[in-house]
């Protein structure tokens, strides 16, 4: 029989110290794993954060958290550039034209803002990166800076959660107010390559007519 006990559930913060209090030997490593796999499939990064701001307190629990969202959306980025990209072709070609097209110019500043804004699917931004032929250095840059705020933000909850530490939960509330505002300016004041990049990743959107 199969057993999935060894993935643990990162919406619950309060299971997984208890998973990994009595969990075997390789226990840190079956979390690193499964968080990356989780980034990988599309799940929210911010539990991520929420959940290793808990487990290592803030400044620790934003450099974990960072590097395995970064790692879960790498995997995804090499996947479509290595092995599905015809398919992703296939699949969403008007899609991944429009998304490439918008990319052209500053690559690594539209990523960026892609990752800030409230909208849109992390899962296709890596998929279509990766199969568009972006610049691997402009994506890690780009997604290592925009994820960065929000990562901060529930990391920072995270470990105030786990401290009971009023004032760092309200920082972190402070900071997820700014991080919201700048993805809301940043959306509404983007320039149209922009504007089609957030688009095609956008879950149910129809390509512009070109």
């Not at 998973?19 to 599309?42: Q, T």
């Not at 969403?92 to 803002?113: A, G, N, V």
């Not at 470990?159 to 509404?188: C, E, P």
Request: glycine share 10%; net charge positive.
């Amino acid at each position: 029989m199969i057993r999935n006990d060894w993935i643990p559930s990162f919406t619950d913060h309060h299971l997984i110290a208890h998973w990994l209090e009595h969990a075997g030997p390789l226990k840190w490593l079956s979390l690193y794993v499964s968080a990356i796999v989780f980034i990988g499939i599309g799940g929210p990064r911010q539990a991520i954060a929420f959940l290793f701001g808990f487990l290592f307190g803030g400044p620790l629990g934003i450099a974990i958290a960072l590097l395995v969202t970064l790692a879960g959306s790498m995997g995804c980025f090499l996947l479509a550039r290595h092995l599905i990209g015809p398919i992703l072709e296939q699949r969403f070609s008007k899609y991944l034209r429009l998304f490439e097209k918008s990319l052209l110019r500053d690559p690594t500043k539209k990523i960026l803002i892609i990752r800030l804004l409230p909208i849109g699917s992390n899962l296709f931004t890596n998929l279509f990166s990766g199969a568009c032929r972006l610049k691997t250095s402009a994506f890690v840059t780009g997604s290592l800076l925009g994820f960065l705020p929000q990562t901060a933000v529930f990391a920072m909850a995270g470990s105030g959660v786990r401290l009971s530490d009023h004032k760092q939960m309200t920082i972190s509330i402070l900071l997820f107010v700014l991080s919201s505002a700048l993805g809301i300016y940043l959306y509404f004041n983007r320039e149209k390559s922009t504007r089609d990049a957030t688009h095609a990743i956008k879950p149910g959107s129809k390509p512009y007519d070109q």
